[in-house]
């Protein structure tokens, strides 16, 4: 447990640099046409020739919201906030999003462990070092169902220091040996774009394969 519980800090914490190296790679596509190869980058229209002579505008553009796909797991996006995806080890793989502002997403599916065990050890891991520092904790049960049914249920944790805020919700869902285990959390100085970023998330979030497709 104590394990799971490093690794948990130690992902999280490179968090920023993840972002950092998504937002660098960000551009330069290629467009393949008929054998002729477009050099694009994103926003930034361009002109090709046809075969018939015609000449032609392209402009690239990302979506407003995408899809983030792995196994069973789904949820939607913005484009400026990028998961990355971590094998930690021992049948546990961490999918991991977070923004500099202060608002984290972090989803651990687990292969031979029920993740309800496991809400208490995150939580540790997550608020140890607060605790250790002073930081008044509250938390309360609670239980979260989503769009394809699945319920989860765990706690909703409250840190507080002075005028420093952390609020944290640390959920599971538990099936057959296994399951998702899901923390959503911000801080005080977590912005609009962040709150968004979590909002869309709960609301795409599907723990079975699918995702809706009709959110705006």
């Known amino acids: 447990m104590e394990l799971i519980a490093r690794r948990v800090r130690l992902a999280a914490c490179g968090a920023a ?3 950092c190296v998504s937002a660098a790679y960000a551009g330069d ?10 050099e694009l980058d994103l926003e930034q229209p361009s002109k090709v020739e046809l075969g018939n002579g015609k000449t032609v505008r392209l402009l690239l553009k990302q979506s407003r919201e995408q ?9 939607k996006h913005a484009p400026t906030f ?5 094998e930690l080890g021992h049948g546990i793989v961490q999918t991991l999003m977070a923004t500099p502002a202060g608002a984290e997403i972090l989803v651990q599916h687990y292969a031979h462990t029920d993740p309800e065990t496991m809400v208490a050890t995150i939580q540790k891991a997550l608020t140890e070092d607060e605790v250790g520092s002073g930081w008044k904790l509250t938390e309360k049960a609670t239980t979260r169902t989503l769009g394809d049914g699945s319920v989860l249920k765990g706690k909703i944790v409250h840190t507080t220091h002075a005028t420093d805020v952390w609020d944290r919700e640390i959920v599971a869902f538990g099936e057959g040996d296994g399951g998702y285990l899901v923390v959503s959390a911000a801080s005080d100085i977590a912005s609009e774009p962040d709150h968004a970023m979590i909002a869309l998330f709960w609301k795409s979030l599907s723990l079975r394969g699918a995702v809706d497709q009709t959110i705006e």
């Not at 990028?82 to 971590?86: F, G, H, N, W």
């Open 17 to 19: 640099l993840a972002l």
């Open 29 to 38: 596509y290629v467009l393949d046409i008929d054998g002729k190869t477009i």
């Open 67 to 75: 899809t983030w796909r792995d196994g069973t797991l789904v949820f």
């Open 82 to 86: 990028a998961p990355s995806r971590r």
